[in-house]
């Protein structure tokens, strides 16, 4: 008998404390529910929407991406033609690196930026033929500059193909820093960093050459 009120004393007790733990967890959860447990809710549902958005935008494009791609495309494809000309024309070592280094930097974005309009849909910009609408702007040559320099050699040819390179890349650069304002889809946006700042390199290293900086 006493054995069994002792357990139940003990059982009693076990219970209260338990109640007042329980009572206690809850006044807590209470006082900072919304400094505490309310802030952590909204700052894990702000995680998860901020981190939403930035996975999913890999696969999403918009206008603006279609614009730097189309528009990229045949700028790119003139700086190669004239890359393509320095092997046989230019006189300097510097000139003739350069110039390779365009080309192999430039083609696999070709490449890489028609597959993307493929990609979505759209039309690849045909051989030439918007090159020419947009000659004069953008940096882009105008036929009898291109024509002048396929005509030059040595030393002129050098100082030539780096005038009208650096102004080509100048216009360049324009169209990836639309791109990372408007774009939407990372990959381009990621490309469009690595332009500005393999063409902004290539323009000082050109000024240099050329004894302007």
Known sequence: ???KRSLVRRTAAVAA???AALVLAACGGGGDSTAGHGGHDSSATTSVSASAPASASQGKHN???VAFAKGMIPHHRQAVEMADLAPGRAQSAEVKKLAADIKKAQDPEIKTLSGW???WGE???AEGAMDHSMHGSGGMMTEQEMAELKKASGKAFDTAFMEMMIKHHEGAVEMPKTEQADGAYAPAKKM???IIASQSAEIEQMNKLLGKS
């Open 1 to 3: 008998m006493i054995r």
């Open 63 to 65: 206008a603006a991406d």
């Open 123 to 125: 039309e690849v910009p």
């Open 117 to 119: 309009l493929t990609t």
């Open 192 to 194: 469009a960093g690595q």
């Open 17 to 19: 404390a338990g109640a």
